[in-house]
């Protein structure tokens, strides 16, 4: 059974055991989340396509840890003119383990 969810803007497929990481969802560790918005949903022999959600479906989610993505670093330069800028960023993300899929 798998399920796609929006979730930050973003579709995700997930199935229960899942750890997705997000960018950054309000809460401490070990607090649960529940997504409301499913798309899609696939039960092993029915499909469940939303117009656009599918009625009563929800997704509940377990945050696993709050943390910071891989560092993207940006540079830039004018060529023959000693100006140079370099800075980096690193988003914030959600570690989130899928509990349970909810379906009608």
Same mark, same amino acid.
Do not use: C, W
């Given at each position: 059974?798998?399920?796609? *969810?929006?979730?930050? @803007?973003?579709?995700?497929?997930?199935?229960? +055991?899942?750890?997705?990481?997000?960018?950054?969802?309000?809460?401490?560790?070990?607090?649960?989340? *529940?997504?409301?918005?499913?798309?899609?949903?696939? /039960? +092993?022999?029915?499909?469940?396509? @939303? !117009?656009?959600?599918?009625? !009563?479906?929800?997704? /509940?989610? #377990?945050?696993?840890?709050? +943390?910071?993505?891989? #560092?993207?670093?940006?540079? &830039?330069?004018?060529?023959? #003119? &000693?100006?140079?800028?370099?800075? @980096?960023? &690193?988003?914030?993300? /959600?570690?989130?383990? *899928?509990?349970?899929? !909810?379906?009608?």
């Amino acid at each position: 059974m798998f399920a796609v *969810i929006e979730a930050n @803007g973003r579709q995700l497929k997930v199935k229960e +055991g899942d750890v997705v990481r997000l960018d950054r969802v309000e809460g401490d560790a070990d607090r649960e989340v *529940i997504f409301d918005r499913v798309l899609f949903a696939h /039960t +092993g022999d029915d499909f469940l396509v @939303g !117009s656009p959600l599918v009625a !009563s479906a929800r997704v /509940t989610a #377990k945050i696993v840890r709050q +943390g910071k993505g891989p #560092k993207v670093v940006a540079f &830039r330069y004018k060529p023959k #003119k &000693r100006v140079r800028r370099r800075h @980096g960023h &690193r988003q914030p993300v /959600t570690e989130l383990r *899928i509990e349970k899929i !909810s379906l009608p």
